[in-house]
């Protein structure tokens, strides 16, 4: 009788088949043996917060804090998909703002994360914080996230160029002074202003802008507000800069990287909008530019309106699935609260925490030579409390790509048409997408 | 052990019952075996496929009126799915991409195979085997390296694909917008899938050729036919079986357009949603949002297209192709 | 075919007919070459870039000189990355998917091929039915399913579900068709069980077919994205499509990582073509074999 009959090939297979499953059985799939598990998307999270988790362990003997970090990307699939079918639900995550919302698609009761309203007005803490931080997280009366951040933007301009064509960031107010700058120093095709996008919204691009001028996806009860006056206006303003003859925005595609590092120093943009933890790519990627950059506010939109926007912004979560939701919240306070480690923090990823007494430490005004000694901390915590808060709905993933899908529209017709009819086109435009997404939250039958 | 085609060798003349006094089984237990036999052999099959394959079908049908949340609970909404479906906004762009992209994929590439597989058939051709390895092994690499591989080659500023055509068209920028520009995006994709699949169907395309009795292309020589005439009078029927094959694997195949897009477009429909295929769109609902009873509905209302236009396929090409 | 009365063919005179033919070699010829060019390059183009460190990658058209040349990629694609684990998942999944479907489509095709039983028009009917239908109608039901069953990223879940083959039945059903029946008989007559003759003579003939089907099925196993990427959430479980294509969004710009990932692009294609190569010819003779007989 034939051993295998099979032949050759089928034998090798069996052969490789036997051999992974004796290595994989020798090395079985990680158990739970942290006390806490803690997902982040970021790698400079990532090593900075393995620093600190040594500290916490120490105090807390018995206590051992696994961090993993996953795909941007994939994170928020993941988690939802962990949500929904109870499988290898982390202790604590991060979330991204953009996709915070996605979570509370279902019933409250069916959201992942713990409220964790009372222990942040019982710590105090929920004054102690730039407040516009939580609007994100919030759903139904519900705080699901702690703020880690509060992400100020300012514009990072190239001092060389702009002493070139002789423009003084001080004199620069209003859109409309950067706009006339802009008109100088832009030579379309190799030269831009400033590095905005004609494709996507994020990336400090539409979102940015139309949140300093007080746009949002949705208002505080969660309607779908795209179609709004402001948001009419503030397309009709951004699509002019990236669009038609007289833009002055332009980009690689790339927001980080080697081809944008290259573009910024090849000079292919003069400015860029930067909030504080972009500061740090900045510093990192177009390193031949360091001492030559310097930091000025973003232009007002109407005279004495804020200086400043946001980009961005991660949550702290804690799950239901928390055997030890006490000792997780310590965590996030050991992580988030301690000055000194917020500080320290601060100094490893130039980011701003959202607790503002954190602000008072020498750490903050320290100067930063790559911005020619401009002291960082300082200057993003003078525009922070400024920042607009940001409101959220289960379907906010669809509104940022119906807006998206609206920007690309109306820079088309832009670039066709011009003004004539502009105003017509955009409204009808966003109309069109306010109402798809309508149909969207329409459709959730919980 | 050898793994040829030979026959082992025995004798193949039937014995009579009683001339081999060693059987050592019982008669009995033979007959019943050998009428057993079958039934054993299949049903570990039948079984795993009415578990895995049949029941699943059943139940999509069933989920297909539902709104689910996950696995985790269930609303029944009727016809509230197709209801949606059919007028949202995302599924009709992603029933326009797919639809372009299937007409692009069969009236590009299985012309191109047909030619390939026709030069690759010729007499004279030497490296034969070479060159069908050559045409087959973009087919070998699979649709998620495929995609990962060509995402770098169409980038901007530093991608092959830019570089070499900037150097031999004038006027063409490297920074020639491929995957990040809407109405460049279906281009893009169907020339990644004209490389991958252009081999595969060659391949089935030379079988075909190759089983063409000669002695018909002789007697076609011989009545003085030119080589056009020769092929839509010898070549053109006798591939029909083949050729219809390709046809409706080839369309099937293109409907359920994902992993290239997918890959190529960063794990979405990309600009616009100009990428956004049927199969994405059910993959976003689905399993990104949660809701298994739409994506099953989405799933259904799928197959039923394919299965309407494979048929519709196979009625055409049967009844024209019978008026010879 | 109607035969004709014999005419002089309409072409011009031999020479002229001679400078065509050869004319047309040469197109044919040049089609065939810049068609094979196009068909290599990439392929060669991501060999050529696996061996180029981060600088050359960049500005590099296609070649870095030789001196350059680095395994560097390679080493970090194994040492900063798991990789060699998820090359490990994907060799175990797909093997074992490879044996079982073989295991059962080899035979229940037997047991189609040879055999009368009640019932084998019904099961070949609904099986045939069902292969006109698209995966993805069960995509969802069997998600759904296999949750209950607590198979959710888990290696059960990638392998069992995808132990029935449809194709690969008719496959298998149609090359033992071929086997001789007297063949059957004189075992019988000699005492085979059932069993042994599937085991000892009908797959031993039908080792051409094993082949094909082997590679085929390894190379639907090895090169599957969407399912896994459904059913597989912790990077434990990941294969490698799974895991580069992760690699891909987190890390396509930071430095160094494209060569990494065009490294592990680079390895993860590497076992079919091999296998292809030592696969060829009963490749092309099982893929055609469905399709000629329709």
Redesign the interface.
Known sequence: ??LF??????LS??G??VL??G??SL?P??QKKATLTYWTFSKDHYDAYQKLIPDFEAQHPGVHVDLEI?????LA??L??????D??VPDMTELEIGTAG?MF??PVK?IGFIDLKPRLEQSGLYDRYVQSRFSPYTSRGGIYGLPQDVHPVQLVYNKEIFAKYGIDPDKIQTWDDFIAAGKKVTIPGKQYMIELSD?TTGSGGLETIMLQRGGSYFDPAGKCIIDSDVMVKSMEFYVPLVAGPNKIGGT???F?????SKSVEDGYVASMICPDWRTLFVQRGPTKMAGKMGIMPLPAAVPGGIRTSTWGGTMLGITKRCKDPDIAWQFAQFLYTDKARLAKNFQQTNILPPLKEAWSNPAFSAPNPYYGGAPLGAIYAKYAPSVPAQYTAPTIDTAK?KL??AL??CVKYYNDSGDKGFDDFVRAKLKEKAD?VR?FQA?N?? | MSTTLTKPSRPTEPASPGSRPTRAKSSSWFTAQHKLAPYVFVSPFVIMFSIFGIYPIIKSIMLAFYATNGPKSQVYVGFSNFNFMFHHHDFQIAVRNTIIYTLCSVFLQLPCALGLAILLNQKWLKGHSFLRLAFYSPNLMGTVYVGILFQQLFSIHYGLVNRVLASIIPGFSTDFKWLGDPANVMPALVLTSLWLYVGYNMVYFLAGLQAVDKELYEAAEVDGANPWQRFWAVTAPSIKPIATFVLVTSTIGSFQFFDLPYIMLGNGGGPNNAGLTIVMYLYQQGFITGDLGYASAVGWTLAIGVLAISLLQMKLTGSMKGND | MSVQTVNTPPTASPIGRRASESMGKLIASLILIVAGVIALTPIVWLLAKTVQNKDDILSCLYFAPISHWTTENYQHLFVKTDFGHVLLNSIFVTDVTVITQLFFASLAGFGLAKYEFKGKKLVMGVMLATMMLPGQVTMAPLYDMLYHMHMVDRFQGLIIPSAVTVFGIFLFRQSILQVPDELLQAARIDGCSEFRIYWDIVMPISRPMIGAFCLMAFMGSWNNFLWPQILMHHDYYFTLPIALNQFNGMYSTAEGSMGILLAGTMLSVLPVMVLFVFLQKEFVAGLTAGAVKG
């Open positions: 009788m034939n009959p099979y032949g050759k090939a089928a297979m069996f490789l088949a992974s499953a290595w994989i090395h799939a990680p996953v795909n941007n990307n994939a699939a993941r939802q998909a962990a949500f929904l079918s499988l290898d996605t698609r279902g069916d494709s690689t595609g790339d980080y990287g080697a081809t944008w790509a998206g899908e690309i529209d798809d149909a459709r039958p919980y």
